[in-house]
């Protein structure tokens, strides 16, 4: 089959599995996707994830994460069954070694596949901890890649405890390299060491914003101690953050610490695009949460620590406290209130933008043995869930604190955002999974009708400015509920220098009948899987759409409904329009064929019907698009004789 017909057929296989009940401007097809995969079985601990993604001004777009064994990287649309064709690169890592990819942003090229910092982990690996210690950035001529190993100093060969950042060049040579340790102990008593946040200011001086348990030696001669409550059997955590000079030299480096065990944490979930950010002027900020506030001899200005523990801390360029603000100073509160540390609203993800704003993800978990339902308040606005479902709100404020705008990531089981990315136009992506029927983004519900509800789905959100919703996408797997079946997780995003969205993810294949099979919907395309771990890079085009609505944009959610479905030999299709507007409605059969235009006028506002008499056409499986407003929604008919 040529690939321009299969290009066409998964993409209507994209559209048919889009859900019915979303509608929303959609981000479109994808500009290019490319994928990488394993291929064989491997062990249960082979592992291929990416862990992040930075673009450089020149479009230069680089992904990196860990690898155990073997994985291969399409440069090119992937329709060979040769996996040694010419425009796959096949990479083979001992261990753990990790990986680093480059593309060509304008047009999705591979330009090399690497191996990554090259500390061998052991087979007992989890990539759950080193992904808490991996980041990636880029500036100018110059890539940082971090990565902090996490791992119990006998699971480690020649790493024990260490944080690495490497520095290279555009095409992946090495210029320097940093490296940071905790105290090498026992067998008996673990030592971690985690790097959460990588920045570079505009004299391309570098940033870094991490963890460590026990001892850290930033520099030969520069070291950090313990907390006063350290123990080594309990999770007791510093919070550093330090700057080097483009050579590596290191400029200052400046420790928060708790007293007593579990005390300090850096306060982030996931591996890319943390609670830590650092503007072009050197002006730091990073989420933190702290019982009793252990203040390095050099800050004097430490206020007292709330009792809930979650404070967001500023640092300039030459390493001194700016900041400190505290729930309260957000006008954050929260309910019930208890005494247990993990409840409390923790900052998961925060950016500025070149205005000075920042922009916070928190996000609250849920106990189902406390109480019936919990609370968010974010200045005005109070969120309520029940038992164990978590709270998610995107806010934005001011240089100075004061809420702008707070929007609620909604859904009927939970959400994990994975990152948020801020334009210099002040533009927001938000992104991570989602479990659940559904994902509501104030009036656009995002819903699979194929995936399992327990199963895991990926999802992107962009606001403007002012929070108003943009576009919206959601990927998710299509088959049924067994374990590995349909997970699909979309963990790092970075916008390009002319708005550009380069996208990464993962998704694994599910076992049949002793036969591999799989795929994702991703937006408007589908990706088959090639092995049973699997991932892709994604550039989608810049909106056009400017900050203010456009007029015939409908304001509220539109229902359409069909019945029956399936149906003998006609259906009705009935829809709602908020707004009067101009309305077409078209079917297609499952190779994108037109076969009937049902409406294509104007219409008011209200309730809305056309019938479909599709006696003549043979049994199977057609595809409706209803255009209104500038949006549309699309769903699927099953004809049964």
Known sequence: MRSGHVSLILGLLGILLL????WGQSFGPAEWIRQGWMPQEGTRRSTLYPLGIAVGKGDEVFVTGDLTRTAYFAGGAVDSSDMHAPHISILDTPGSTGFLVRYDGEGGKLIFAQPGLGIALAPYFETRDTGNGHAIAVAGDRLYVAEGTGITSSWVHGAKGAMVVTARDLDGAL???????VKDMHYEYPTRAFIHGLGLDAEHNLY???KY??????APDVILPPSEGYH????????FVASYAPDGTLRWARQLGGKGYDEISFSTINADKAAFDVDAAGNMVLGARIHELLADSAQVDVPAVPEDGIVLVSYDKDGRLAWMRTLKDFGIAYGPENDYFLYVPNPVSL???REGSLYVVWRKAGWRDYSDHHSLTVGDSTFVAGTEKPLTILAKYDAEGTLLWARHLDTDLRAAPAGLEVTEEGHVYVWGRYSGQHLRLE???LESAV???EKTKGFVAHYDEHGRLVRAMLAHGTGSSTRDDGLTSLLALDVGPSGDVYLVGRYRRYITNTVATGMVILGADTLFARGKQNIFVAKYSATSLSSEPSVEMPGGVIAVSSYPNPFVDATTISYSLPEPGRVKLTVYDILGRKLAVLVDERQGAGSHSARLDASAWPNGIYLYRLEAGGRFTTGRLVHRK
């Open 19 to 22: 859900p019915a009940a979303a």
């Open 175 to 181: 210029r320097h390299r940093i490296t940071l340790r």
């Open 208 to 210: 870094i914003a991490g």
């Open 213 to 218: 348990d026990d001892t850290l030696y930033v």
């Open 232 to 239: 080594p059997y309990k999770d007791t955590w510093n919070v």
């Open 351 to 353: 950016r500025r933008d």
């Open 443 to 445: 009036d656009l519900v």
């Open 451 to 453: 995936a399992p509800i």
